[in-house]
């Protein structure tokens, strides 16, 4: 049977059932005596063994296990919450995690050994050792009695069988018979076995079972199964995959004596090298199989029916739109026709609303990884940091989902690491021993803001101007005519950083200009608040989607371009003679500031034949706290449009953003502002 189907439903529930463990993990933390917390925890780690014990992933689901056998003690009050036991769970999580990441990238496990995170959770249990005696006395016990143990098999080797297992000796293989003893309350009998045959086929081939495929996958058989097994795997290893597997209460397993088996006639030996040609051959298939398995996962999004229900009946609107203007062709009724666009303008205004929220996610996915780093991050250096989260509920779109968990890390790792003090320096500037972080999310208007704040020590400015004349990134004189925040800005350059020693959490220099880098690509800004022993405060502002922006089409030379809305402070016209050079570079007072001029046919290497105006159109565009007026030769008004990529031949084009294709089937260029500072 094919899993490979059901695996991208396998990864998509794992992550939820993580994220759940993860934030359940750091809540038991704090509250150990919490039994719906236990409960919680343990009904996860159970329905992810099922769940890979079924898709054949013995990593995941042998781990899941003693996971299992741990909160069960704990749950039964046997052994107490300690930090340690935390600590080992929570290195349970990075390693379940890092296993799901694997089947993501390549469809498999990966070679991360599980064993000695088992062992350590082996180790927390009292009845260790009395398990391992057991275990033990078994096994000892199993080996005298092999003899014993082969007579007892029920299952016959027949004549073509005999001679399969003589072949498959010639080729390296060995036969073992094998008998599997599930547990007496094991709920899914057919289940667990299919488990033992699809992991026992990844190492070789069973050629007989009693009872046969089809009555066990029935479950017309009692609490065991027989089967006879080629393989090149020893007698121990074939055990420790089965036992690996739970609701497995014993096993007994004897190899197959070349000596007691009777040579074959010519006519069977003819069908049985056929057969074992076949055997070698899927062999070969299987392995060539397992190289190259890369399986790629559909991004996926979970979506509520209510939502669905509304997107269909807008579609089903449409249909009858569709129908209504074919009935107006024939009758080229004028008023008619107006009346059914005003209608299509209404139910696709309605639709792309419809499709923005089906595509929209609570940003609680981002934020609950977040408790989990900070945690970790506090113990290493020796600081005692509280995290505070507000608006996980707010939605933004899936894409920009993807995206902005990186450059958050950088920025709470940021304020951890440089923002926030030691306890001894708190201590002596009055301020609580344990440090504050806040995150927070909220819609505004067209955009969701994210705000990263902390109550550390702020930034020090002389420390930045220092930095920056001594990395030469700035002269002493430009140094003495920047304002607070201009120098404030200058940790966004790359490389940039007051950090005094390099550590794994930062100081490296590739922080803030990546936060920049990142949240511009995303069609948004960041800003620094910042003030001395109060605090930092970082604000990222990002559109609500990606894929259909709000735009006004302007006109430079005989071509079309789009310029968002959102980075549109104002529209004005001012005169010619009014225009000024100032180091080369135009500027107009405007409003008592100086607002620079930038000529768009000048940028966009358009030509123009025109003569100079008097009077010329300038849109007035904002990034932060700068603006500059771009020249454009004419308005041609608001218009909603749907962002193209120009593709990878014209990437990295700086000023484009991407394209439209307008209603006449023209393309369109947007041009990014941004870029333009």
Known sequence: MDMNQYLDIFIEESKEHLQNMNQLLLELETSPDNLDLLNEIFRIAHTLKGMSGTMGFNKIASLTHEMENVLQLIRNKEIPV?????????????????????????????????????????????????????????????????????????????????????????????????????????MLKSARAFIVFNTLEKFGEIIKSKPTAEEIEDEKFDTSFEIIYLTKLNKSAIENEILNISEIANVMISQIKLENIPKSSNKKDTETKGLQNEFVKQEKAKNNQNKNLKLKTSKTVRVDIDRLDNLMNLVSELIIIKTRLEDIEDSKTKQNMIEAVEYLERITTSLHDAVMKVRMVPIERVFNRFPRMVRDLSKELGKDISLYMTGEETEVDRTVIDEIGDPLIHLIRNSIDHGIEGPNERRKLNKPETGTVSLRAYPDGNNVVIEVQDDGKGIVVEDIKAKAISRNLITKDAADN????????????????????ISDISGRGVGLDVVKTKIESLGGLVEVHSELNKGTKFIIRLPLTLAIIQALMVMVGDEKYALPLNSIKEITTIKSKDIRKVQNQEVVLYRNNTLPILRMNNILKVNLDLEDKDEIIVVVVKKGDKMAGLVVDDLIGQQEIVIKSLGKYLSGIKIIAGATILGNGQIALIVDPNSLF
Request: glycine content about 4%; aromatic content about 8%.
């Open 82 to 186: 300690t930090e340690y036991i935390i600590d080992v769970l929570f290195e349970c999580f990075d390693t379940l995690e890092e296993y799901i990441n694997k089947l993501v990238n390549t469809g498999d496990e990966g070679d991360l050994d599980p064993s000695p995170l088992i062992t350590k959770l082996c180790n927390i249990m009292d009845n260790k050792n009395s398990v391992e005696k057991q275990k033990n006395n078994a096994a000892k016990d199993e080996e005298k009695n092999d003899k014993t143990d082969e007579d007892n098999f029920s299952i016959e080797t027949e004549d073509i069988t005999k001679n399969v297992i003589c072949k498959a000796n010639e080729q390296g293989f060995k036969a073992f018979k094998i008998k599997v003893h599930l547990n007496p309350n094991c």
């Open 482 to 501: 920047m304002n607070d925040q201009e120098l404030i800005n200058l940790l966004f350059k790359p490389g940039f950083s007051t950090a005094d020693k």
